[in-house]
């Protein structure tokens, strides 16, 4: 018997997103009839308890009953429950210093941990996560800031509606500047970013026009691997290659620096990957951008002048560009950084929902029937034991 329970989030700050929303959970209880759910009460959820008990969902404080506890963000080391099997991003795969002590932990109480960053296809690709809507908010938010830089157009907080439709609408007589922006990354972030620029009726350009050619409207340019890395002795890119040695590339970015008004950030990065540009860069006088969107958003990542996270309540805050502190934005020798780690939360219900799909259709099935390769290769940690291929974490791991 599978016995799913939904854990309340207890990281601050608080995430109001869900594995599994109401209508999902009746759904699978409806399917299944070795599948039982349990929902932890929490006043924060984008989804109350109370659609949960209409569902006829069971609602209570204490789940320990149940097998497989299903979060999103992290769960803070002091509510671990021992020798459990979670699910939720523990975002510890790149050895994040912040998160070491919670897999040591892990490691300590024998838990079993699955984490949803590795649930991936045959040739690499995520199954699941958020980052379509990610992509969306970010790239609302850095479209946002640069008009409130500007004063050229003024664009709604994304939380002041509830629905993607919604979202929608407000873009309804916008008119946009000829402005030029470049997005980098080409997973679901990128996804979500260009439906966005879509939306508000900005069109695509190819790199050489982008950069040789002057536009009467708003463009953006789509770059992918193949646009920004170049091998160090070759001068070519190969996808295989550069993830197996990315030391040996470098990055092109910086031949888009002058041409660029708005950066939407989307690439996968970890510290041996070449940066898009460096800190001094932004001191010359070629560098046009005014607004960074980073959703990637790792600190003095992909993109140095991430000083650290802003929030959902103040996305938005500056870099000054001779001293390279963090000020407030949209001040004349500042850059403007959008660097939220939470995004999808300004449209959790949509998020949520989508990602409960994508856990269902994939994911609940194989460890309803007892495993499958997928499980396997996702899950860290085994009863407190490290599995390939993490033993890269004996280290970061206190062994």
Same mark, same amino acid.
């Given at each position: ?29 409806? %399917? ?112 946002? @800031? ?101 030391? %040996?590339? %470098? ?47 790792? *600190? %003095? ?37 959008? @660097? ?18 994508? *856990? ?17 290769? @996702? ?21």
């Amino acid at each position: 018997m599978l016995r799913i329970g939904l854990i309340k989030e207890d990281k601050i700050p608080e995430d109001n997103r869900v594995a599994l929303t109401p209508a999902q959970c009746k759904w699978l209880l409806k %399917n299944f009839d070795d599948i039982s759910i349990q929902v932890q009460c929490s006043p924060n959820r984008c989804y109350a308890d109370a659609e949960y008990e209409r569902a006829g969902i069971d609602v209570k404080e204490n789940i320990d009953d149940c097998n497989l506890l299903l979060g999103i963000k992290e769960v803070p080391v002091d509510k671990l429950v021992a020798e459990k099997r979670y699910m939720f991003f523990s975002h510890t795969k790149k050895l994040q210093p912040a998160n070491q002590k919670l897999l040591q932990t892990i490691l300590k109480k024998n838990i079993t941990l699955i984490d949803y960053e590795c649930l991936e296809h045959d040739d690499g690709t995520r199954i699941i996560g958020f980052g379509f809507f990610a992509g969306i908010v970010g790239a609302h938010n850095g479209m946002m @800031a640069y008009g409130n830089r500007t004063g050229e157009y003024q664009l709604q907080r994304v939380g002041s509606v509830n629905s993607f439709q919604k979202l929608v609408h407000t873009y309804f007589g916008l008119r946009l500047p000829n402005v030029k922006i470049a997005i980098t990354g080409t997973g679901r972030v990128a996804h979500g970013v260009m439906e966005i620029m879509n939306l508000m009726g900005i069109n695509e350009v190819e790199t050489e026009d982008y950069i040789d050619a002057d536009f009467t409207y708003p463009v953006y340019v789509h770059l992918k691997g193949v646009n920004l890395y170049a091998h160090k002795d070759t001068g070519k890119y190969n996808r295989k290659d550069f993830h197996a040695n990315p030391r %040996n590339y %470098n990055c092109r970015f910086t031949e888009y620096i002058s041409h660029t008004d708005i950066l939407i950030n989307g690439i996968y990065w970890e510290k041996n990957i070449p940066r898009l540009f460096e800190m001094e860069d932004i001191t010359k006088e070629n560098f046009r951008i005014k607004t960074i969107a980073d959703i990637t958003d790792d *600190l %003095n990542g992909s993109v140095p002048c991430n000083l650290g996270d802003s929030t959902i309540k103040d996305p938005v805050y500056g870099v000054d560009k001779r001293s390279f502190e963090k000020t407030a934005p949209y001040l004349p020798n500042s850059l403007d950084i959008m @660097a939220v780690g939470n995004l999808p939360n300004e449209l959790a219900r949509d998020a949520s929902r989508y990602f409960g799909e994508q *856990l269902i259709k994939y994911v609940l099935d194989d460890i309803r029937k007892g495993g499958s390769r997928l499980i396997d290769h @996702a899950t860290i940690v085994d009863a407190g034991k490290l599995k390939e291929p993490y033993l890269y974490m004996k280290e970061y791991a206190g062994f």
